[in-house]
Structures are given as C-alpha cells and as structure tokens.
C-alpha cells in the first residue's frame, strides 16, 4: 500500500492504493471515471490513452504509483460544461465512431497528435493512431474528424 | 498482476541498495514490455524499483560523441534536434518503434536491458559501436549483447548512459510485424570514419541481436546494393515461428540489408 496523488482532469486526489494497481484501474475503479476504457489490456488497443503530464499513454500500461504526482487528463476533463471539445465535435459531426467503445482513446491520441503537428498529413494521422484500434469505422472518418478538428483546434 | 512492491529511490546508490535488498528486484524503466510482462505473470518480481527519479534522462553531447540518458524516451530521441543532426539514424529508428504512446514511455535503456531478440535499439548500438555506460562501468556493444534475453549486466548494475560515436553514414530499416511493429528483420548499416563498416541485424538470431562478417566484408570493398547479393546468408541459428520461417527470414536480410545501404 501506498498513498499517490494524483491531478486529474484539475482536481487533487489522494489514495491509498496497492503497489501494482494500474493507472486505468485507479481511474475507473477508484475515481469512477468510467468514459477511460479496457479494451484489450495488453497494450495493443489503445482504449485506455489518457494524458499524463501532456503527453499520450496507455492507462493499461502504467501503474498509478508511478504517475504519482502527475496530471492526468481523461475524457472527461475535456468538454467545457456542455461544450465538446473541438475534437469530439468533429468526431460527432463526421461520424467517426460507430460502437464508440475506442473513441475516448482516439479523440485523447487525437488531441495530443494535433496539439503537436497542426499540419498533418492523411499520412501522418494514420501513423499517428497506429496505437488505437478500431473494429468498427475501418477509420476512414476518424482520419476525417482528425483532419477537421485539426484545421478548427489551429485557426 | 500478483502483489508486489513498489520503490522509487531517489538516486542511484539507493536503486542498488534496493536491488541487492530484493529476493528479486525488477528495474522498472518505462515498463512497457515489464507492465505486460507481469499481467501475464511471466514474471513475479517481489520488488519493482522505479527509476525514473534518478536523474537519467536527458541527451548531450560530448567530444565526438552522442551520450544518451538511459532514461530517455524514444519520442525524446526521435525529436531531439541533437539527434536529428549529429545521428539522424537513431532518431528514424526510434520514431518507428511501437506506437506513439509506447515512444513516449519505453526507454532506449530499458529496452537494451531487456535485449528482446526483435528490439530496434541493439541493432544500432552494434552497428554503431556505441558504448553502454553503467553503474559500475562501461561495456562495449560488442560484449553487450550475450544472448536471447540475456546481456552482460549484473544483477545490480543499472544502465545510466549510452555513449555514441559519430560515424560517417549509417542506416536502419526493418521489416516491422505489421501489428506489433517489432523487427521481423531489421538490419542497421554503419560506416565509420575510419572506413570500416558494421552489420548488425535484429529480429532473425536465435541468441538476439549479431553481426554479420559476411555482409560486413562485402560491403567494406563495395558500399553497393549490389554487394550484398554475391553474401551467402546461412539460416542457420535463424528464428523459425509463427511471423517467419528461417529461410524467409535469410531472404529478408539480403532484402533489407540492401534497403539499408541504399538508404546511406
């Protein structure tokens, strides 16, 4: 047992949490943020990205011990009361999802892809979500989405 | 994932304390192949030291050389404008490892402790001839890599640098698994400034990363594609499974090796 804090989505918190719990798992079990997800579990599928620190990880991958004193952005912490973030807007609006269940890890990737490179390639965005699979869309408008909240995300 | 514990020591005298303290301790870098590792429960460590707090990250360069942190991530030195000017081999071999969010956690001393017989990094640092800065000493590539899994680190001793020579041209490319992006056959091609060159190829040996004289020869009278054809690769000691046989895993290396020394 350990105590960790942790910052997430703007808010402290502090648990005791056993030494080898998963970040996902704190996020979901312990804080009840449920919009991260567990798709695989073995690092393929990217369901679980969530932001540490500014930069894109999978949740499934990290135990919360070592994120202790991170900020941690989920899902959840992107919207602004009612108001979509730009990216998961532009996944509504081009209908890049159909099952949803990689959605909250493509559009957190997403974010982080486009906060990096503005002006991306359809290339270069399907590089840049190598890490998050999708069984529905055959990802032609996640691409799409990506390429239209990046011209908003920018201007 | 069974119970274990979890350190993180501030420098690293106390990391090797905590080592030698565990009945058996795991060095924790950026645990992307130990995380999943221990979900499997292929391995039960009784102690995960995290070594993230001591200090050894960072890219710098000294003399005629590139000193890498072992502690940094592969996004680090796929984007350290360092690396992208004194030795642009090792920043296209470390964007093109996994995926975006294992370059921004995986480790090039994590990975080179691990010494996964399909890893990009050992490739690179044979073909380089780079040198592996430890707690106790430095290791030349050479006598690095001693087999599948397996290197010439004591059970205490912590990679803390990565020591690269500047060469006068070199090249990686593999032969990525389409879902996993490890090497399937990777070969990195090096020419030093004193003329030699070095062949290393990931992904095929059976004991892990290796040199290959035969290639080497060739390519030190002829730096040409067409040198690489006239070198019999034996497929013995090769990796036969699920991704490639051995044979096809002969042929990719005469393939990719003559991808890279025409990527020169």
Known sequence: MAQVTLHVNGQTTVHDIADNMLLVDYIRETLGLTGTHIGCDTSQCGACVVHVN????????????????????TIEGISTGDELHLMQQAFHDQHGLQCGYCTPGMVMSAIE?????????????REGLEGNIC?????HNIVKAVQSAATKMTS | MYATRYVKPENLDAAISAL?????????????????????????PDCLIDISALGLSGIRQQDDRLIIGAMSCHADVEHSDLVVSELPVLARLAGGIGDRQVRNRGT????????????????????LAASIQTSIRLIE???FFTGMFETALAEDEIITEIHFPKVAKAAYVKFGNPASRYAMVGVCVAQHGDGS?????????????????????????????????????????????IHASADYRAHLITEITKRAVCAL
């Open chain 1, 54 to 73: 500014g930069v894109s990880v999978k949740s499934c991958t990290m135990l919360a011990a070592q994120a202790d004193g991170a900020e941690i952005t």
């Open chain 1, 113 to 125: 892809l486009v906060e990096k490179n503005s002006d991306l390639s359809e290339e270069e965005i």
């Open chain 1, 135 to 139: 069984r529905c869309t055959g990802y």
């Open chain 2, 20 to 44: 030698q303290e565990a009945d058996e301790g795991k060095i924790l870098a950026g645990g992307m192949t130990l995380i999943p590792t221990l979900k499997q429960r292929l391995a039960v």
């Open chain 2, 108 to 127: 090039i001393g994590g990975s080179l402790a691990n010494n996964d017989p399909a890893a990009c990094y050992p490739a690179a640092v044979l073909a």
């Open chain 2, 141 to 143: 590539a050479d006598d």
């Open chain 2, 197 to 241: 060159v070095r062949v290393a190829i990931t992904g095929a040996g059976q004991d892990g990363v290796f040199r290959h004289a035969g290639l080497e020869d060739a390519l030190q009278n002829n730096l040409e594609s067409s040198a690489v054809d006239k070198v019999d690769i034996d497929d013995s000691g090769l990796m036969s499974d």
